[in-house]
Each structure stands twice: as C-alpha cells, then as structure tokens.
C-alpha cells in the first residue's frame, strides 16, 4: 500500500524559509503514471493547491505562491521536497503531500498532513 | 475567493440525500474531469469521485458524481451520521495552469 509521510520543522518565524519533505513508501517515486504534489489548508479555510512536481523535476506551480514556491524531487530517496521562502502567518496552515495521476487531476493518496505554524 | 464555487454547507435528515454543486468555467470544469474528497478534521482528505462520476475501490455507491458543462455535482444518498465532513471538488484548470478547489462545503446530518 501506498504511503506518504510528512516531515520538517513544525514552528517557522516570519519572513524565514518554510521547508517540508514528502517521503513516498510503497511505491517508486519515478514512475511516468504520477505527478506528485502539495495542498495546504490554513486553519478555518479550505485546501489551497500549492504545486506539482514529474519525477524528471518538470513543475506546475500555484500563480500566488508562484514567485515564493520550488519544489525538487530526488528519486534516489523516493521523496520530494516543498521551499516556500519569506512566510508570513497566512503561510500558517497544514500542508499536505499526495499523488496525482499523470493523465487525470485526481489526488488519489494523502500524506497526514503536517501543520507549520509562522510565529516569532 | 476560490475558483471552484461551492455552497458553505449543505444538511438534512439520516437517511436522505444531499447534493452538493461545483461550479467552475470552461477553462476548468467544462474541460478537465472533476474529483471529489471527503475531509474530516484531523485526517487526510480522501478520494470519493474522480473522472466526474468514477468510485475509487472501497466507496460505497452511496456516493455518485455528475458533470453538465461546467458545473460539477457530488451526491450522497442514505446519508449516515459519520459522513457528517467537509467536501472539495478539485481539478485542472488549463489556463492557470494550475490545480484549483472549491472552497469546500460542510455537510450537517440532523
């Protein structure tokens, strides 16, 4: 079965780099079938699409997020990696990793999620 | 202000049914298939609908989705208490590119 986990710093102060590793179990993370992505969800709102990333390294990036956001990837440990530079407390949210089909735009597995708060 | 319109919530009774719309443009949901998760607070959301109206493995038929132009529509029927969550629709959208989501619509079991 498929797994996803989350990991990295759970407390970031403003205006620092956020930084978050997706560990894929189960599964290869180089396969052509997958886009591999995150979505956050601030506290009391909904989930907000932040990027996608093809085991080749192409990117797909949310407009908003887009001059701040890199993803990388490094199919040598099956994980992929979200930087988000100069946060903000609107960065406070929990953010997700998951899978996406290559030819449709479903997410079908979720990581648990991590919550990163920005606060000095 | 999300991409992707949902109704805030949506309620009724065990045992009936609620329907829950997603309306996007051509851009999004008039051009790229839908998915539906359900989200409960504190867990992964999870995959219900994908391809406008398919099941995942393991959803009970109780759970259908539709699309018409480009609107989208999750429906629940016999509603039970434990799918009292928060719903998404998700998709593409081709001229942002960029995955865009409702802004997710809470469903109320009375």
């Known amino acids: 079965q498929l797994q996803l986990q989350e990991s990295g710093p759970g407390l970031v102060k403003p205006s620092e780099t956020l930084s978050l590793t997706c560990t894929v179990s189960g599964g290869s993370i180089s396969s052509s079938s997958y886009y591999w992505g995150w979505i956050r969800q601030p506290p009391g709102k909904g989930l907000e699409w932040i990027g996608n990333i093809f085991y080749s390294a192409t990117t797909y990036y949310s407009p908003s997020l887009k001059s701040r956001v890199t993803l990388s990837i490094d199919t040598s440990k099956n994980q992929f990696s979200l930087t988000l530079t100069s946060v903000t407390a609107a960065d406070t949210a929990v953010y997700y990793c998951?899978?996406?089909?290559?030819?449709?735009?479903?997410?079908?597995?979720w990581g648990q999620g991590t919550l990163v708060t920005v606060s000095s | 202000q999300s991409v992707l319109t949902q109704p805030p919530s949506v309620s009724a009774a065990p045992g009936q049914k609620v329907t829950i719309s997603c309306t996007g443009s051509n851009s999004n949901v008039g051009k790229n298939n839908a998915s539906w998760y359900q989200h409960l607070p504190g867990t992964a959301p999870k995959l219900l609908i994908y391809?406008?109206?398919q099941r995942p493995s393991g959803i009970p038929d109780r759970f259908s989705g539709s699309r018409s132009g480009t609107s989208a529509t999750l429906g629940i029927i016999g509603l039970q208490a434990g799918d009292e969550a928060d719903y998404y629709c998700g998709t593409w959208d081709t001229s942002l590119r960029a995955g865009v989501f409702g802004g997710g619509t809470k469903v109320t079991v009375l």
């Open positions: 998951a899978r996406r089909l290559y030819s449709s735009a479903q997410f079908d597995f």
């Open positions: 391809d406008n109206n």
